[in-house]
């Protein structure tokens, strides 16, 4: 991983800047639920995700879009450095009511000049793209 | 019956203000996994500048909901919730969102065209403060599905 602090002029496109896994529960889900409004019964209920064709009860896609972006907001220091950051919602993170899931992100320098940073981030779950296009541009003054 | 493309440009009200309480930005940044110490200690927020603890930048969406609530409430949207599918997500921020903000959304439909036999919606908060300053702008594009078979 890049040592490289956001301001440092030895960052360079392709480092890595943070990485982590995040264990998700029906637990997470429920918290999410309350934190956010957002009670769709798809993200807790697994009769009415059944009765609407999903695979299972799946994790809120602004869950992930949230957790995703909070995996490298210690690196940038602060997040009102962020200036933009927007996400393609591609699968569905299905979330077992005994195993969970594991949503990996990893966070990769993609553009840079004097001003902003491009951060691409990476998200998966069991191996497969969650997010598409998951990007942020960061002020790095 | 299919969403209305005449939502484009149509005018709708502020939301009301939303205060962005303390408490409210923790219980948040716990459920985004949000570890960082600016999203919870006032002492960390303030020492990067703020009058009090920054709320993680997907925040933005519990105020855009309100927004949301406003579209799927008009009743000749042809949106219904349960044919819905949040396709994209962006922000773009002039500031991050800090405890003690008194907000409000005003929503706009920027572009509704056919997508298979429902609609692709692209439906946008700008988010501003109590000085009427602006915050950020959230950005959600919706797959809206076609009439059931």
Redesign the interface.
Known sequence: MSAHTIDSAELAVGDIVAERT?HLTRE?LV??A?????F?PIHYRDDVAAS?GLPGVLAH???T???A??TV??WL????R????????TRPVVVDPDAGADVAVQGKVLALDEESVTIDLSVTAGGTAVLGKAR?RARRG | MPVNPELVGRDFPPTAPYLVGRE?VR??A???????P??TDPDAAQA?G?ADV?????FA??IQ?LTLQQLLAEPDSGIE??RL?????????T??IVAGDELVATLAITQVRPFGKGAMVTSEATITDADDAHVVTA?SVLLVGGDDQ
Do not use: C, W
């Open positions: 995040v997470s918290r999410y309350g934190a956010s409004g957002d769709n609407v896609g602004m869950l879009m949230g957790l972006v909070e907001v210690p220091g602060d997040a009102g962020i200036l933009e950051y927007g996400v393609r919602f942020l | 409210k219980e948040f716990r459920a985004v996994f949000a570890d960082d600016q999203h990067l703020y920054v709320a993680p930048p997907t969406m519990v909901d919730l349960h599918i949040h396709a994209e997500q962006r922000f773009a921020y500031r991050p950005t």
